[in-house]
C-alpha cells in the first residue's frame, strides 16, 4: 500500500519526508485555505520536495473551467496530479487529461457507481472518502470493497486512493480491503508507528542496557 500524506502544510511534508515513507500528497481547497500560502507557488514546492505524485485540485466546477486550471497546474511540475470532483463535468474533464497523459485524481467519490463511472474514464486514482461516509451512519469502508470487487472484475487500472482517513484503524481495514493508497492527515501517519507495548519495551531495554555499562561503538 502507498501512503499519501493528505496536507499542504509544507513543513509537515518536509518532516514526512524525511522518514522514507511517504509516497506522495494530497491536497484540496480546504486543506490550501488552511495553510494560507499561494497555491501554485506552494504545490511547486511540494512537488520539488517529494517525487511522487502531488494531487492539486482545480477550483471551478464547469469543463472549460477544469481544463483550464488542470492545464495551468499541470505546467507547474512532472508530478502533478489533476484533482478534479466526480461530477459528469469533472469525468469529462477527467477523460481530456487521460487523452493527454496528464494523471488524475477523482476526488468527492461517495459511491461504487461513481468509482465505474471514474475508471471508464481512464482516472489515474479514484477518491473513496471513508470518514465522511462515517460520520453520515454509513459504511465507508464497505464502499473500498466494493469498488475493490468491481475494478478486479473488469481489470481497471485506475487505483483506490482510500480518502477522509480520519483513524490509524481505518488504515488497517483499508488495506486488508485492498486499497492501493491511503491519503492519510500527518497525526495518523505518525500514530501507526505507536504501540503502547513498543514503548514500555524500549524503556526496559534502554534501562537494562545501562545498567551493563557497556558501549557498542
Ligand atoms: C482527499 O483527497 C481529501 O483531501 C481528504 O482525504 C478529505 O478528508 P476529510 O474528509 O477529513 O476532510
Redesign the pocket.
Known amino acids: 500500500m502507498k501512503f499519501f500524506v493528505?496536507t499542504a502544510d509544507f513543513n509537515e511534508i518536509r518532516d514526512l519526508a524525511d522518514t522514507g515513507l511517504l509516497d506522495g500528497v494530497?491536497?484540496?481547497p480546504?486543506?490550501v485555505a488552511k495553510a494560507g500560502r499561494d497555491f501554485k507557488e506552494l504545490i511547486g514546492e511540494i512537488c520539488a520536495l517529494v517525487p511522487g505524485p502531488v494531487?492539486a485540485e482545480v477550483a471551478s466546477t464547469d469543463f472549460d473551467g477544469m481544463v483550464a486550471e488542470g492545464e495551468r497546474l499541470a505546467q507547474i511540475a512532472d508530478n502533478v496530479v489533476i484533482?478534479l470532483p466526480l461530477t459528469l463535468a469533472g469525468l469529462k474533464a477527467c477523460k481530456h487529461f487521460t487523452d493527454k497523459g496528464i494523471k488524475t485524481?477523482v476526488?468527492l467519490c461517495f459511491s461504487a457507481n461513481q468509482a465505474l463511472l471514474a475508471a471508464k474514464v481512464g482516472a489515474t486514482y479514484v477518491?473513496p472518502?471513508i470518514?465522511?461516509l462515517d460520520d453520515i451512519n454509513l459504511d465507508g469502508m464497505e464502499l473500498i470493497e466494493n469498488i475493490r470487487a468491481i475494478y478486479d472484475n473488469y481489470a481497471f487500472s485506475t487505483e483506490i486512493?482510500a480518502?477522509?482517513?480520519?483513524t490509524p484503524n481505518h488504515v488497517t481495514q483499508a488495506a486488508l480491503a485492498g486499497a492501493d493508497v491511503a491519503?492519510m492527515?500527518p497525526a495518523v501517519i505518525r500514530k501507526l508507528a505507536e504501540h503502547p507495548l513498543t514503548t514500555s519495551g524500549l524503556e526496559n531495554f534502554v534501562k537494562d542496557w545501562k545498567s551493563t555499562g557497556q558501549s557498542i561503538l
Open positions: 493528505d494530497t491536497t484540496n480546504s486543506l494531487s484533482k485524481n476526488t477518491s472518502f470518514g465522511r486512493l480518502a477522509s482517513i480520519r491519503t492527515p
